[in-house]
């Protein structure tokens, strides 16, 4: 079994993976591009059982992106970490925290549909204009700010229940955003 650990930039919060994992699938929604700062983000998901806090789980902070939602992130450093309790079968972590290789190579992009209009996406990869098939998504409401309320697509998206990836039987990962007052 291989089982990989990921640490923040500082080094103050850790955990422990054990594979073989799930998927990994890279995330294009404004709000994953928003907290990582970048193109898209990339996941790692696993077994909820197959991960363990190693250290400085108390510390995490974290930011509720979307009603049920928190996006944890080390306070020290910022690095976005995995989600701080548990949220069903499947767990997701940040690709970029993993130390070493996890053995696995991305197998799909999601929410293409809402990719930065300057990246091109330049793999044979499977794309999903939001959710892959199959998962239920709840509609959320993106947080927006009122003064750039009316700039915000109406087709922008987010991911929502971190739950479900590779689990028939529990909700998806993602929904689809509305806007409030974007019509
Ligand atoms: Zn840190
Ligand atoms: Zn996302």
Request: hydrophobic share 35%; charged share 15%; net charge negative.
């Amino acid at each position: 079994m291989t089982t990989i650990t990921g640490r923040c930039l500082c080094g103050d919060i850790g955990y422990a993976l054990d594979g073989p994992f799930l998927s990994m699938l890279h995330c294009h929604c404004s709000m994953c591009r928003k907290h990582h700062g970048s193109a898209f983000q990339t996941e790692v998901a696993a077994p909820a059982s197959a991960f363990r806090w190693q250290q400085g789980v108390d510390g995490l902070a974290s930011y509720t992106s979307s009603p049920g939602f928190e996006r944890t992130f080390c306070p020290r450093c910022g690095s976005t970490m995995p989600p701080s309790e548990e949220g069903g079968d499947v767990i997701f972590v940040p690709a970029g925290n993993l130390e070493g290789d996890p053995q696995i190579a991305p197998r799909m992009h999601i929410f293409a549909g809402s990719k930065a209009p300057w990246h091109t996406i330049t793999d044979d990869l499977p794309q999903h204009e939001t959710c892959p098939p199959g998962y239920d998504a709840p509609r959320i409401d993106r947080p927006v700010p009122p003064a750039t309320r009316q700039q915000i697509p109406v087709a922008a998206a987010v991911c929502a229940e971190p739950s479900a990836f590779g689990s028939a039987a529990v909700p998806g990962p993602c929904a689809t955003a509305t806007v409030p007052g974007a019509a």
